[in-house]
């Protein structure tokens, strides 16, 4: 047995352990997104090939859609058997699955759906950190030191999901598979350490499963999440497939499974989803500000990414291969944002209380964006790399004041379960932004790519059939082209098997030739999003502002 520590000791080993938990937990929600060229090379697969875009979408959102599920049944069942208990189960989860997709037996196909299956349970692991890492803190602090610890706890979470495009680039250029190495000794030594150093303080609140609510939730979320996933895709001769039959029946079948979840768990005595949580303004305001955040910043990390792969780099004389390393580069004046303002606004939350910081943050937030709305799709870098900080100093300014409120305004027996809603509120927004904000692009591209791209094939000696084919070819695969760091018109060329003088080859596979091409619609996809963006940051702001007054939410 590990000798007994000061209660003063004990809750800065509470917070490093679990600030070490959702630091990891984020990163893998990101880390990928950069190694993915390196993970399909290494298991052969070319993830653009009619019929492989599943595995592309589902690499990339099925980890997030998986918390968004599983978080408040996970914060749930953390009230009624132990937090740490909960808790210590996700960190051996997470390592077991980091292990195991490290050491992927498979090629091709078969390597792809075993590394989206060990996803979904690495997934579900970092479900069980996140949804109790916050009710672990809050049992632990006192409420003058509250916020701060989760100040800290959310800058690590926030800064983990951008440090993650970074880390995925330098680890991928080492091997793939150290990808998922590098979670495996963080891993077992958090297990160790949270089993012999965690202690449950908070109130246990023994009830039975609400079984029919966990699969009305899960499986609602889950279908409506599935059916945004599976929109993403084209359908027959739709550039998305929002219209597919399988599309509909997901989301109309989701949503319905939401609205039986809701009377469910209004008529039932031990709900899984405490409806009555809503009665706490603070519980209230702070959700729905996280709700209209999350949809405000989910994309973003998408957005961004296109704009520097598909457009800025290769016209700045970066090599399309080279984009994705870059790209985390030049984003991480976004993660300085974060963790400057952060543990600052979540030290000022605990004296002079939550509703200004968060409302402040989020205006500070809305004013980046419509800073970056007005950029030219040509930009400085300096202006851009400003409105980064400003973006980060933002989201951080919010984040702690607002996870404090909602955490501090809750009874201390439902502190799991309010962890898990917060977490789910959250999950849910960014899942439903990438969706939202890909369709936006998509959309706009579909408008007027085709011509324009069947008329500069043409003009560059490629047979009018051939570019006439590879014109009308949805959009979606362009743009997944630019995050993957290949050239979008040398793998279309190349697929397609057209013959080109040597001239017009080097002009269509150039750095200028393929952002020249999307820049304007593509500007005009950036307006739109970023204008959407500012308003929901609004929205939020407007929310914090609605919270109980300071002195009550601290």
Not at 26 to 54: E, K, M, Q, R, T
Not at 62 to 89: C, E
Not at 92 to 111: C, K, M, Q, Y
Request: without cysteine.
């Amino acid at each position: 047995m590990a000798a007994p520590i000061t209660e003063d000791r004990y809750r800065w080993v509470a917070l490093a352990n679990t600030t070490a938990a959702v630091f990891m937990s984020a990163l893998d929600g990101s880390i990928v997104i950069i190694a993915l060229p390196a993970i399909f090379g290494g298991i052969h697969l070319d993830p653009l090939a009619p019929g492989n875009v599943g595995y592309l979408l589902w690499m990339l959102m099925g980890y997030r859609l998986v918390q968004a599920v599983l978080v408040v049944t996970l914060g749930r069942l953390g009230d009624m058997f132990g937090r740490v208990r909960i808790y210590n189960y996700g960190f051996a989860v997470f390592t077991v699955a980091s292990i195991l997709l490290s050491f992927d037996p498979f090629d091709g196909g078969r390597a792809a759906l075993w590394l989206v299956g060990w996803r979904v349970v690495q997934a579900v692991g970092g479900s069980m950190l996140t949804a109790n890492s916050a009710a672990i803190l809050t049992d632990a602090f006192p409420s003058d030191q509250r916020g701060f610890a989760l100040g800290i706890n959310q800058v690590a979470a926030l800064a983990g999901q951008f440090i993650g495009l970074t880390a995925g680039g330098l680890l991928a250029a080492i091997d793939w598979r150290a990808v998922f190495w590098i979670n495996v000794p963080v891993g077992v030594f958090g297990t160790v350490w949270a089993y012999r150093r965690l202690r449950d303080d908070g109130r246990r609140r023994p009830a039975r499963i609400d079984w029919w609510g966990n699969i009305t939730f899960a499986g609602g979320l889950g279908a409506v999440l599935t059916g945004i996933t599976e929109g993403l895709q084209p359908h027959g001769g739709d550039a998305m497939g929002w219209t597919s039959p399988p599309v509909v029946a997901l989301l109309v079948g989701g949503m319905a499974l939401l609205v039986a979840f809701v009377r469910i768990e209004t008529r039932i005595a031990e709900p899984m989803f405490q409806l009555g949580l809503f009665r706490i303004r603070a519980f209230t305001a702070g959700n729905a500000a996280t709700l209209a955040s999350s949809i405000a910043r989910g994309g973003l990390q998408f957005v961004l990414i296109i704009w520097l792969q598909g457009i800025w780099l290769p016209l700045h004389g970066y090599d399309y291969a080279d984009t994705p390393f870059w790209a985390g580069i030049f984003l991480l004046p976004l993660t300085a944002g974060f963790l400057v303002s952060g543990p600052t606004a979540g030290w000022l939350s605990d004296r002079i209380g939550s509703r200004g910081l968060a409302t402040g943050g989020m205006l500070v937030f809305a004013a980046s964006f419509v800073g970056l709305a007005l950029l030219p799709i040509d930009f400085r870098y300096w202006a851009f790399a400003a409105l980064l900080v400003v973006n980060g100093v933002g989201s951080g300014m919010f984040g702690a004041p607002n996870s404090s409120s909602i955490m501090s305004s809750v009874p201390s027996e439902q502190r799991g379960v309010a962890s898990g809603m917060r977490s789910t509120f959250q999950n849910s927004g960014t899942s439903l932004s990438i969706g939202v904000f890909f369709s936006l692009m998509i959309i706009g591209l579909a408008g007027t790519l085709p011509q324009t791209l069947t008329g500069g094939l043409v003009a560059q000696g490629v047979p009018l059939g051939v570019a006439q084919q590879i014109g009308t070819l949805p959009p979606v695969s362009s743009l997944f082209a630019a995050i993957l760091g290949v050239n979008p018109i040398e793998h279309l060329l190349t697929t397609y098997g057209a013959r080109v003088p040597a001239a017009g080859m080097r002009v269509l596979t150039g750095r200028e030739f393929f952002p020249n091409l999307i820049s304007g619609p593509f500007h005009q996809g950036l307006i739109v999003v970023f204008t959407v963006s500012a308003g929901l940051a609004v929205l939020a702001a407007v929310a914090s502002y609605l919270r109980t007054s300071e002195r009550t939410d601290r």
